[in-house]
């Protein structure tokens, strides 16, 4: 039973920092996709950073240079390192995991989920 479980979220005033982890059962997520999704109230989920099969991390626009995304498979644990927190990163934010696909950047293309942690800035 694949089982996503997110934790880390709180407040934190603009400029500060949070660590959100995602602690994963169920499978060997050393070989999946692996991703960070943000979704803000009246908006749509979006991705946030990723991991792909290569192990390559990537980062939207908007987090790149303050983001950090990284992954311990000794505890099967996803990390996002956030800095320089700003208003506009406000949001739930939810770790996903792909097994099928070498890279995945869309919503869709995740099937396993966690039920979010919220950061408030």
């Known amino acids: 039973h694949v089982q996503l479980v997110e934790s880390g979220g709180g407040s934190v005033q603009a400029g500060g920092s949070l660590t959100l982890s995602c602690t994963a059962s169920?499978?060997?997520?050393?070989?999946?996709?692996m991703a960070w999704f943000r979704q803000a109230p009246g908006k749509e989920r979006e991705g946030v950073a990723l991991?792909?099969?290569?192990?390559?991390?990537s980062y939207a626009d908007s987090v790149a240079g303050r983001f950090t995304i990284s992954q311990d498979n000794t505890k099967n644990t996803l990390y996002l390192q956030m800095n320089s927190l700003k208003p506009e990163d406000t949001a739930m934010y939810y770790c996903?995991?792909?097994?099928?696909?070498?890279?995945?950047?869309?919503?869709?293309?995740?099937?396993?989920w966690g039920q979010g942690t919220q950061v408030t800035v």
């Open positions: 996903a995991a792909e097994e099928g696909r070498t890279i995945a950047t869309m919503e869709y293309e995740y099937t396993y």
């Open positions: 991991i792909d099969r290569s192990r390559t991390a």
């Open positions: 169920g499978a060997d997520y050393s070989d999946y996709c």
